[in-house]
């Protein structure tokens, strides 16, 4: 067998064979080994089924007693004295209280249970073994890492993948491609997700990373692409409630989505088309404006806010993001930003009116909100969008609206 760390070889395969002797042993003790039972659907022919063992989670629970086995004490010994295992575990292992702890559960661990996986239990293979190690060096041994990061979308459809940003994409969900690494998968994402034609699709976050490079904090960036998709489509859109996590192919983590995306605002499914996944895409890179622009930054809140929320507190919420947007003539400049025809400007000034003196907002009013933040985001600069908006209404040389038609 090819190998370019043959001296890690024996005392790995030693923990392993030790630690797949010691879970035989609680298996026979009365231990019960949990299983998955995953459903593969193969186009329109009858679905496919399988029991899975759950030996992560196995295998993890019984991780302290693993760690003190002689075996394993040999093992780290070995990995310490090799500087690219000390540089893999920082990787994968994040924050750990030592360096032993990270070996033993980045290298140690992953391996035990990649090899497992394969056995389909603790039934011993040295074919399945020797595989686990090579794809364990060459993640050793490689100069970059690749982080994945999947998050369920429900509420929208796909034709094609669509980039939002580099590393940054939505597209259909591959079957079975979570339960591959995660076999209770089917129990963390959203009911019918898979089948519905509204809950096929994922946000995949992608990222290379040099050495030890921290990952990307995955949350954050699939909340922003979610409250942009959300702005470009007026879809329904939710992710999560979890994200699943790779780093080299090997599983890294499960976390939370963050609340705001992870819950599903009502409405109607939306497909994304062309021109809205590259408008999403445009916005995502300009919702950073937020940063430097603190009222922006309330508006986008206080819209995001309001796609939960019932009446009165819609309505609220509404106000709050047009002041933030546009200051305190917001009906005026809202109706000259969004409309220029005659009728339609006055028409949408009547309902913006009727909201600024307290009436609930209608669901024309409520788009427009955020078809200002829209337009709002789009323009180079909002300071001088509200500077031509305050001309047209004095008469200047007017404004081109910025109505989005979507």
């Known amino acids: 067998m090819p190998s370019r760390a043959p001296h890690l070889y024996t005392p790995l395969r030693s923990f392993a064979l030790g ?8 298996l026979d003790e009365g231990a019960e080994l949990p299983v998955a039972f995953v459903e593969h659907e193969h186009g329109r022919g009858p679905a496919l089924y399988e ?113 939002l940003a580099p590393g940054l994409r939505v597209r259909a969900v591959s079957d079975g491609e979570l339960a591959r690494h995660w076999p209770e998968a089917g129990s963390m994402v959203p009911k019918d997700f898979g089948r519905e034609t509204d809950r096929y699709c994922v946000l995949e976050l992608r990222a290379a990373l040099a050495g030890a490079e921290e990952p990307p904090d995955a949350p954050a960036e699939i909340a922003d692409a979610v409250s942009a998709i959300r702005l470009a489509t007026a ?84 106000r709050a993001t047009f002041v933030a947007l546009l200051g305190e003539t917001w009906p005026l400049r809202a109706a000259v930003l969004l409309e220029t025809e005659p009728a339609e400007r006055s028409a949408l000034h009547s309902g913006l009116s009727g909201l600024a003196h307290g009436e609930e907002c209608t669901d024309a009013v409520a788009d427009a909100a955020r078809c200002a933040l829209v337009a709002a985001l789009r323009h180079p600069d909002r300071t001088a969008l509200i500077r031509e908006l305050d001309d047209a209404l004095l008469g200047g040389n007017g404004h081109n609206s910025l109505r989005i038609a979507v």
Not at 19 to 26: C, T
Not at 64 to 77: E, F, Q, S, Y
């Open 51 to 163: 029991y899975r063992p759950l030996v992560r989670s196995f295998v993890e629970e019984r991780a302290v007693k693993l760690r003190v086995r002689d075996d394993a004490v040999i093992a780290i010994d070995e990995l310490r004295r090799e500087p690219a295992a000390a540089i893999f575990a920082r990787a994968h292992a994040g924050r750990r209280p030592s360096e032993d702890e990270a070996l033993f559960r980045t290298v140690l661990l992953g391996l035990l249970i990649s090899t497992a996986e394969a056995c389909g239990g603790f039934d011993w293979d040295d074919e399945s073994f020797d595989r686990a190690y090579i794809e364990l060096e060459r993640s050793l041994f490689g100069e970059r890492r690749t982080y994945n990061a999947i998050a369920p979308l429900v509420g929208l459809s796909v034709t094609t993948q669509f980039e």
């Open 235 to 318: 879809a329904p859109l939710s992710a999560g409630p979890v994200l699943f996590e790779t780093l080299d192919g090997r599983p890294f983590g499960i976390r939370p989505v963050l609340p705001i995306s992870a819950t599903q605002p009502p409405g109607e499914a939306t497909r994304l088309d062309a021109f809205r996944g590259s408008l999403a895409a445009e916005i995502l890179q300009r919702l950073t404006l937020a940063d430097a622009d603190g009222a922006l930054a309330e508006a986008l809140d206080r819209w995001e806010l309001s796609l939960f929320q019932n009446e009165p507190f819609r309505s609220e919420q509404l």
């Open 19 to 26: 630690a797949f002797g010691y879970l035989l042993r609680e």
